[in-house]
């Protein structure tokens, strides 16, 4: 009798299946059927239950689409239309239970989903599916799939990448490849989106962590990935988590045999703020015969918050305690050590006596006094800035000055002194050029609405001259891409350039690169100084047999044929 039952519930389940609107399109329809005759299912219904529930939904819109295609709409475009729609509609009714009873019923991946993850469109939908649905074990073996197939470098959803190591290692390594293949352009680029990636959660910040560690290690871009590390660790993202960086980062370094520095160093990073207790623990055991490893104190955190201790005026730092604030930031930036199977083998210290010196002789001077007193110390200045932190530092000090807009007020050179400093920092030091034109950019744009029109014009023309001495020292692209904007309004074309910058100020600055440049010119240099050419309302006002004129006509007739 319990036979007899379950051959009828076998049966009932089946016609029920049979029932649905277009069951016969689906895959498991002869799994159905074959399990509705084994319970000796009356073929008749079947086939009356199967055609009658028939509405040729996919059918209707192939025709449609046919008819589309011979009323000559474009073929993409009816293609595109009709897989939105779907797109659409899947996301609007997919149930994450059912996609994983797919798998239950059938015991493997369906064959269908091999023919789907070949098309871009259906693999981004599934992204998304897999972004929504993180627990969704049929999405999440989907992702694996395609990175398996080759496609990893799409999945840009941290979620989808984070669920399965596989898919995540190959998504970060792709992320660094890029980095590295294209250097420094493309570190500051791509830095924001590799950094979200990492500290999504702490399992992939660590993870993260590790690989770019033992990279570091590599005689062959090590240094790089200290540098990709120690940006993550600098960015936002990792700002906004609510991850202990920090101690996961120490843990990281193995360097449990100095337990009382590395919580000194943890204690102040964690808090973004120094003190005396900590500092003296530090300067206690890099001061001693056998100091720790100094890669423990080159935290790039850790440096900027020495530097704002000892070079800025706002820092209070007890006098007592300066000697130690600077000894450790000389200490970091001037210490070699070699290392082989983790044995320190030497420790060249040579430059640190040097280095300790031009820093408190620097320091004295920029805490002690203005920015218009500095006129008398400028020499002291420049010896001191020989040194790559003092030059850093002194940056540092100007960001701080040229925020108060009083100081040009009482201003009495032709130049500014703090901005002459600029020129020979950037001089000095190459790696400080991108952070000086990004303070020149931020001091050209600003409105400087307390000074009188033509001290603001004049302070403007000072900010262009070290602009212009950038370019005569190589830095040539950002500053004529910069300058562009700012003629063109950052790209609103329909604001009157007059409105945006004084036209004055650009045509100082055409006049100041065609009295530096000549030929030959690169097509780029053509191509950036062209709009410039060509704007009557910077070059009307040259006269006719002028060098400038002169140099406009050479320069556009070189475009002409460099160009076209």
Not at 383 to 404: A, F, H, K, T
Not at 526 to 546: C, R
Request: charged content about 20%; overall charge negative; hydrophobic content about 45%.
């Amino acid at each position: 009798m319990d036979e007899v039952k379950s051959a009828e519930e076998e049966i009932a389940e089946c016609v029920d299946k049979f029932k649905q609107t277009d069951f016969i399109m689906e895959p498991s329809v002869v799994d159905y059927l074959g399990r509705y005759y084994e319970q000796g299912g009356p073929p008749e219904k079947a086939i009356q239950l199967l055609s009658s529930n028939y509405t040729a939904v996919a059918q209707m819109v192939n025709l449609l689409a046919d008819w589309l295609v011979q009323l000559q709409v474009d073929a993409n475009v009816v293609r595109e239309t009709i897989e939105a729609h779907f797109c659409h509609l899947i996301k609007k009714h997919f149930d994450p239970n059912k996609a994983d009873s797919i798998f239950t019923l059938e015991g493997r991946a369906p064959d269908w989903l091999g023919g789907l993850i070949k098309h871009e469109k259906w693999r981004t939908l599934l992204y998304e599916l897999a972004d929504e649905y993180p627990d969704c074990l049929m999405l999440n073996f989907t992702v694996k799939l395609i990175a398996e197939a080759g496609f990893q470098g799409e999945i840009t959803g941290v979620a989808t990448a984070c669920q399965q190591i596989e898919v995540y290692c190959g998504v970060l390594t792709n992320a660094v490849k890029a980095i590295v293949a294209n250097g420094e352009t493309s570190l500051k680029e791509h830095i924001g989106d590799l950094s979200s990636k990492v500290v999504y959660a702490e399992h992939s910040f660590l993870f993260a962590l590790i690989l770019l560690k033992v990279l570091s290690e590599q005689q062959y871009g090590g240094s790089l990935a200290t540098r990709i590390m120690q940006e993550i660790l600098q960015s936002d993202a990792a700002s906004d988590q609510a991850l202990n960086v920090v101690t996961m980062k120490l843990a990281v370094e193995r360097y449990g045999q100095y337990p009382r520095v590395t919580q000194a160093l943890a204690s102040m990073l964690s808090k973004r703020q120094l003190n005396p207790a900590d500092i003296t623990v530090l300067y206690k055991a890099y001061s001693s015969d056998s100091p720790p490893p100094v890669a423990i104190i080159r935290e790039a955190q850790f440096l900027q918050l020495l530097q704002q201790a000892v070079f800025s005026k706002t820092a209070s730092v007890n006098p007592d305690h300066k000697h130690k604030y600077s000894y450790l930031l000389a200490y970091a930036v001037t210490v070699y050590e070699g290392w082989k199977n983790n044995r320190r083998e030497f420790t060249n210290n040579d430059d640190l006596k040097a280095t300790l010196a031009a820093i408190e002789k620097a320091s004295a001077i920029l805490v002690s006094k203005g920015a218009n007193e500095l006129l008398p110390e400028v020499e002291t200045l420049f010896n001191c800035m020989r040194y790559p932190i003092v030059g850093s530092g002194l940056l540092l000090w100007i960001e701080c000055e040229v925020q108060d807009e009083s100081i040009f007020h009482r201003n009495v050179q032709h130049t500014p002194v703090v901005l002459a400093l600029l020129d020979e920092i950037v001089v000095c030091h190459v790696l400080l050029r991108d952070k000086v034109f990004s303070l020149l950019c931020e001091l050209f744009t600003r409105s400087f609405s307390s000074l009188q029109a033509f001290v603001r014009i004049e302070l403007k023309k000072n900010v262009i001259d070290r602009m212009i001495h950038l370019v005569s020292l190589g830095y040539v692209t950002p500053v004529l891409k910069f300058m562009t904007s700012c003629m063109s309004g950052g790209g609103d074309e329909k604001q009157p350039m007059a409105d945006r910058v004084d036209v004055s100020l650009i045509r100082y600055f055409v006049t100041e690169i065609l009295d530096i440049v000549g030929p030959p010119y690169t097509a780029e240099f053509l191509s950036l100084m062209k709009p410039f050419l060509e704007n009557e309302a910077i070059t009307e006002v040259f006269k006719s047999g002028s060098a400038e004129a002169e140099a406009v006509a050479d320069m556009l007739q070189a475009c002409h044929e460099e160009l076209t």
